[in-house]
């Protein structure tokens, strides 16, 4: 049974303590607020309706006059006014407006009080000051509060509150670049004023747009570009594209579109902004470019090369509009990236480094026929292993990418980018330059666009102009040759490597260059060696897998174009001259042949060293060591 609790064991309840000021039974209500002194109004001016009335009031005896606070009385509905000389004053001075409840009438009445302007009113909101500090550091990047607050707090700047900097930002934000949201209509009345086609070579223009206004489903697309970008059509014959997400706020993708030059560098179309990345919005893409070259410059553009994801809607997008695909190149970055998921299954690291070493190997095949024959003997080496992580990995790798997608190696289209690393990088210059790398609303992000994005990446490539000539993107179609290839070919000349000059079944005179990988494997380098190699590729005379990569890798074949002017278009099968379209040895060639000097500063770095900064040092007086 339960021992009995003492008085010490419960815990009081709690009492209310009485103080002197309280009523004895009352219960505490809340202070009541205190009701002003009364101003004394008389009656100024009678009107016969309401409209008339509150114009009147409004500029008042020349003052202005703001309503501050609506009353309902027995008389009728009183409309308060307060005067307002500057924002944030202080001046007694007050009328009202009676709408009188039994008739139509309004009565003017006045505050028997003199107006006061000579107060000087308490500064209100964020100073102006301060405001062009926040203006200004919005541009420069700092977007959010926290950012500001921060950069305030080092400037030694009185810092408002984070609340009113967030509200000024709204403001200053919808003044750039209009309301954050907006309607399909908005959209189309944006895109028909921006389809006039500018004189400004620089000018941002809607080349293209659809509109489909439905609550069940509501679609647009829009194309943008200026006079200028479009011009990069008419240097190729092929197009990269890609989308690329995380610039505006509703998740909608940015589609972008255009081509690479000999150096390697993109050259943008335009820039589409659709709902979906399906087949409809790449083909609205695509005709839209053709349709504004064939507006601008007469020409009926169709390339025949598209470098892109394995997607399939811009696969059936780009035949849709130019009816024709004859080389489909698959990304290579894209495709290391779904390998290498693939790859994390396989728990065995050695085997996981192998595979992606032979994988890599593949990509850098001349030709589609001795890839063929790779893939064939790949598959064999590692099915004979056993494993049933490899075997899964395999099918996928061959299904995936040799039965569906097999223009990833650098032989299938020589003289085209295997990837679309200069258009990501376009991409990622766009985030972090221009949108901040925030997600913007589709209002401001078309501001955005068209004002900044669009325009800049035209200007950069206005060679015609005086004033962005001198470091203009021109459209390059030679390879340049900069002072570390230079430097690497110089070394390479040094080194004397073996090159033997033979004719292929063409009557194509070929250089056979010995690679630095050569004396690994093999000892003499000859013709004799040549022919040997030469015969098991013409016959795909392979049996091993490991021997064919030996074989690839121990050599180069140099396709040379003995030309005072045209040298530098020659091809080469190593894996510089398959990326970057020159190499050092067919640099090194050239200077063999003496159609071009190596320069002399290239001589004086040693291989692999970072020239200095400035202008290379002068030399000094005999016997004082440099």
């Not at 003492?6 to 309840?13: A, K, L």
């Not at 219960?27 to 009701?35: D, L, P, Q």
């Not at 040094?494 to 690679?515: A, L, P, Y």
């Amino acid at each position: 049974m339960a021992a009995a609790l003492s008085d010490d064991d419960i815990v009081p309840t709690y009492k209310e303590e009485a103080t002197d000021d309280d009523d004895d039974g009352d219960i505490i209500n809340s202070a009541k607020k205190m009701r002003a002194s009364g101003l004394l109004y008389e009656k100024v001016k009678v009107f016969s309706d309401g409209k008339c009335a509150e114009e009147e009031a409004v500029k008042y005896n020349n003052f202005k006059w703001t309503c501050c606070k609506i009353n309902d009385t027995q008389q009728g509905t009183k409309k308060y006014y307060k005067c307002s000389f500057k924002r944030g004053s202080n001046c007694p001075a007050k009328i009202y407006l009676l709408f009188h409840a039994s008739n139509f009438e309004v009565t003017l009445f006045q505050a028997i009080i003199q107006h006061d302007h000579t107060k000087e009113s308490k500064q209100a909101g964020i100073p102006i000051e301060v405001k062009n500090v926040i203006i200004e550091l919005f541009q420069n990047g700092y977007t959010t509060p926290k950012a500001i607050l921060f950069e305030l707090d080092k400037l030694r700047i009185i810092q408002p509150k984070a609340s009113q900097i967030s509200s000024f930002l709204v403001t200053h934000r919808t003044k750039l670049y209009g309301p954050a949201q907006i309607s399909l209509n908005h959209i189309k009345n944006w895109c028909i004023e921006k389809s006039i086609i500018p004189n400004d070579p620089d000018e941002c223009f809607v080349a293209n747009y659809y509109i489909k206004d439905d609550d069940a489903d509501p679609l647009f697309r829009l194309f943008v570009t200026t006079k200028n970008l479009m011009k990069n059509c008419l240097n190729s014959n092929h197009v990269c594209t890609d989308a690329t997400y995380k610039l505006i706020w509703q998740g909608y993708p940015v589609l972008m579109v255009g081509t690479t030059d000999k150096q390697c560098a993109f050259h943008p179309f335009g820039i589409a902004l659709c709902i979906n990345e399906q087949t409809n919005d790449f083909e609205f893409i695509f005709k839209s470019v053709q349709l504004t070259v064939e507006k601008l410059y007469n020409i009926n553009y169709c390339p025949i090369i598209l470098v892109a994801d394995a997607s399939g809607a811009i696969t059936n997008g780009f035949i849709n509009v130019f009816n024709v695909i004859e080389k489909r190149i698959m990304c290579w970055f894209h495709v290391t990236k779904k390998i290498d998921t693939q790859l994390n299954a396989i728990n065995d690291k050695k085997m996981k480094v192998e595979l992606r070493q032979d994988i890599e190997f593949m990509q850098l095949i001349k030709n589609e026929t001795i890839f063929d024959a790779a893939i064939k003997l790949f598959q064999k080496k590692w099915k004979s292993k056993k494993c049933p992580l490899i075997n899964n990995f395999i099918d996928y790798f061959i299904n995936e990418w040799y039965m569906s997608n097999k223009g990833w190696f650098e032989g299938f289209a020589i003289g085209y980018p295997s990837s679309n690393n200069a258009l990501e990088a376009t991409n990622g210059k766009i985030k972090s330059l221009y949108t901040f790398r925030e997600r913007l609303p589709v209002g401001e992000f078309l501001s955005v666009l068209e004002k900044d994005i669009i325009h800049q990446l035209s200007r950069e490539r206005n060679v015609d102009d005086t004033i962005t000539s001198q470091n203009a993107k021109a459209f390059a179609n030679v390879p340049s040759i900069n002072l570390p290839l230079w430097t690497s070919t110089y070394h390479w000349i040094k080194e004397d490597r073996d090159v033997i000059t033979m004719k292929n079944n063409d009557g194509k005179k070929i250089h056979f260059i010995e690679s630095s990988s050569f004396r690994d494997n093999y000892k003499d380098f000859n013709k004799e060696f040549m022919k040997k190699l030469l015969y098991n590729q013409q016959n795909v005379n392979w049996c091993d897998f490991d021997i064919l990569k030996n074989e690839q890798l121990s050599f180069w074949e140099c396709e040379f174009l003995n030309e005072s002017e045209n040298w530098t278009k020659s091809t080469c099968s190593c894996p510089a001259c398959l990326k970057y379209y020159i190499c050092k040895h067919i640099i090194g060639l050239a200077a063999r042949y003496k159609l071009c000097s190596i320069p002399l500063e290239a001589k004086n770095i040693p291989l692999g060293q970072k020239r200095k900064r400035g202008r290379v040092a002068k030399a000094k007086k005999a016997l004082i060591v440099q």
